[in-house]
């Protein structure tokens, strides 16, 4: 049973997924590249440390959330990274998005350095990691995931294994592209509705009413309405999913006219200056 | 206050609709093309007569729901049809799904001959005309919207007046172009999970925890699982509806990127002959 | 053996057309909606009528090339049509765009009044009218396309004759769905080209050398690099053919994935008010 | 001025391109993987080594034409590879299809061994190699560009220099990205056309005669015709070259529509197992 916990990543995301942790009364050590930004964590008890080594040595399991690519193998790899303090036997768990490929590169490096790997992207953005309800999709080492589960619990509502490393961000792939879909297909039913005479609060109010009722379409439903497109899931992090997703299809030789068709819409609002607002924006270029 | 009431085309969804009426208690006289199926409506108290014109001629208020605009203009234009008996004040209702051109047609017609008339095409299939959960979408006269709340109330859980007529039609493309276009998407998402190795009920789990959970995703998602394309929803009116809302945005000058891509994709569908199957039946076509 | 013609219509097309008939010494009667626009027609020897019913009253053979279906009926139908005037065993050939429905409707009219005829729709535009080298798309009244035979070489450098009344009309709708479609990956390989970096002009020469190379790519590929979108092919003529190409596919069955896209890229640039512009104004709209 | 050529690479295009070399009195080594593959060109006056090290050692020019990136980097970075023998001044010119992070890997490594380093991609397949027509695109060092200009037009009707290494890369994926879209939209009007009834003879005749005519349209329209999908082009280097394309659009922030939606058919055909056939064999999904 783990005992000690670190949090290395403490951005929108982790900050708050690591919050949740130290009310459930996790002890839990922390880092962040701008270490100023450990600090309201402080208060809830968590330890700063001096660099993700030192997090990963003294933790039985370690969380990490950063924010690509980059930042992931730079965590696990750096001078100062995780490999170099796993150890034999302790447990690292990426929960940022990464490519698979990414991701199996960092299963090997931890393997190699004797420590277990999962990872465990998550599905949701700020408000359920505030509240503590994402969707974690874990794949790798299935021990190292049943001891996580206390932990996942704090920080989501629903966690499910999918299998060897790589899966989690297959998996999340696949849910974003439907979610890139639907907000395109939310975005030219209010631009052709509008269009053609009728009130857009009527037609999220039938929505609503309807099988398509969903959190996602009440949600990007009213901002549409408002045009406010503040982000709470940046447009350019949804479109990148949806070339990874276009790019996954080419891999395993599934067509998907529509998701290409969304992506070259996401694309184009990318384009014209939307890429840092909410993937509502969409909205912005579909006349 | 409407005290007889009239309906006509006793389909699918007809003879679910009618016979919610008759169980809350109106009074109701029936018409069908195929005069056998009104057989189980008249233990439930319906009266049946000889033609659309002596439904409308001795109802204060005749409802009609028929497959399309052929059979729409038939009922109202025809020989025995409505037009002939709807005389001084009384009102039409159409229910049926026909495009603008038709609605607005129908809609003069009754007029000159002195009726009222609104049209009120629904959202919802099978299920929900025998639940009387039915989404109804009414235009036209809003004296006579106002006068038919009290049977819109027995067939369905929420009705809307949106205005002019056409707004009715036009706004269940909408919905319905938004239906299409999330069918579309999940049916993609479903396929490329398969083929990265996925497992589709814990993709559907997912989808449900998260901010994509709907009605619709939850049921076709179990369809597709199945591969059971029984017709609740027949593919083939879907890909008319996608076509006609392609060819609105044509007409009022919004491009519809998506819409069009799975208009293709179901268009595809029903060339490889499953129009008459369900809408879930798209997958079929996945790959 | 024909003697005597007719031309109705003298726009940009058939003023041309209607010279080049002159100019090879066929006598030719003639009418257009504006009269003035006879003038110049008169001193090639020209004789102007008072109406389409005497043009077609006058003439063994009537030629019409006029802009839209509404005026191609209004000048068969109407009170001074040439359905009132085509008389036993005259021949009518509708040289204008329509659609395949209205070309039937004024063959039946032409038929039951005791005329013959033909629908001939051309590809080709201004340059090729004035130079007399449009492709003529007959079909109808097989026995006309052969007295037609000496008119259209006179007026263009190739005709066929297709079949039924309606297959002019549709082989038009599929020659111009390709066009619109290259016309769109022109656009899209230049805009790509230039946002990577790479010359447009060496494009071109690159293009011009190997198996692409045709009078489009090299016309359109200029006017791109000009950014003059003088309309040769007026952009909503194109995108209208586009729509009505994918609607033939909807009728028979023909998914149509890339021409679809490009009818919806060619919609956003009416939208965006480049209609009246060339064409190659789509690329306008590129981003 | 060079003197002494070297050829590596002796596949489909290679075997033809060194020919024409020798044919016009150039003195080529040559290698080959598979060493077999050298022994026509034996006859034609070439002299077989042992390696590409030894010919790059032994040449003041090497070409090199493979099938792929993995092949390309081979025959460079190998343990007896060209970078090993390349030495002070002697220049790579590297006309296989490359992405340009490949091309850019080489160049770096070329250089960095005292090289000079030329991409040059050709426009053309097997018919243009063996008839010395091939357009080469070229992009790097200018001065070798320079001095390759007796070779190039010994094997090519056409040659342009581009700029930095990449952008004939780059050029390539564009022109292909053109021929990718015209093949599915020649491919969509056949289908159509076939579908409406109409003769794709009569169809192929009209395009002849009018602005789309093009050597590829002739072609290709012949074999789609004849339903003969031999091999030219192999249909999955030309979706590969779609998808990099695409890929390049994301990058480049250029939305393409409708080249998107020809990679999706394109994949369609993959997955239906028409890879290896010729592009025209895309018209088997095209319902």
Chains 1, 2, 3, 4 share one sequence.
């Not at 599905?123 to 021990?143: C, F, H, R, Y």
């Not at 009722?213 to 350019?236: H, N, V, W």
Request: hydrophobic letters at 45%.
């Amino acid at each position: 049973m783990a005992e000690s916990y670190g949090f290395i990543g403490l951005g929108i995301m982790g900050s708050r997924m690591a919050a949740n942790l130290l009310r459930k009364n996790f002890k839990v050590k922390i880092w962040n590249r701008d270490g100023a930004k450990c600090e309201p964590l402080l208060t809830l008890g968590a330890q700063k440390v001096g660099s993700p080594r030192e997090v990963a040595a003294g933790s039985d399991i370690t969380f990490a959330m950063v924010s690509d690519p980059a930042a992931a193998r730079e965590v696990c790899f750096g001078a100062e990274g995780v490999a170099g303090g796993i150890g034999e036997g302790r447990g690292y768990v990426d929960m940022s998005t990464v490519d698979d490929e990414t991701s199996r590169a960092i299963a090997e490096e931890i393997v190699r350095c004797g420590g277990r790997f999962l990872e465990a992207p998550v599905s949701g953005t700020k408000k359920p990691a505030e509240d503590g309800t994402l969707v974690i999709l874990a794949a790798g080492d299935q021990e190292l995931y049943r001891e996580s589960i206390a932990a996942f619990e704090a920080m989501g509502k629903k966690h499910l294994f999918l299998g060897e490393v790589g899966n989690g961000a297959r998996m999340k792939l696949v849910v974003n592209l439907i979610l890139g879909d639907v907000m395109a297909a939310l975005s030219e039913g209010m631009a052709l509705g509008k269009k053609a005479g009728l009130s857009g609060e009527q037609l999220l109010e039938i929505l609503e009413a309807g099988a398509l009722s969903s959190p996602m379409i009440r949600g990007k439903g009213a901002l549409l309405l408002k045009e406010d497109y503040t982000p709470s899931f940046p447009l350019k992090h949804l479109q990148k999913d949806l070339r990874l997703a276009v790019a996954l299809g080419d891999r395993v030789g599934q067509p998907l006219h529509c998701t290409a068709s969304a992506n070259e819409v996401f694309k184009r609002a990318v384009a014209a200056g939307h890429g840092d607002e909410d993937i509502a924006a969409v909205h912005q270029v579909s006349s």
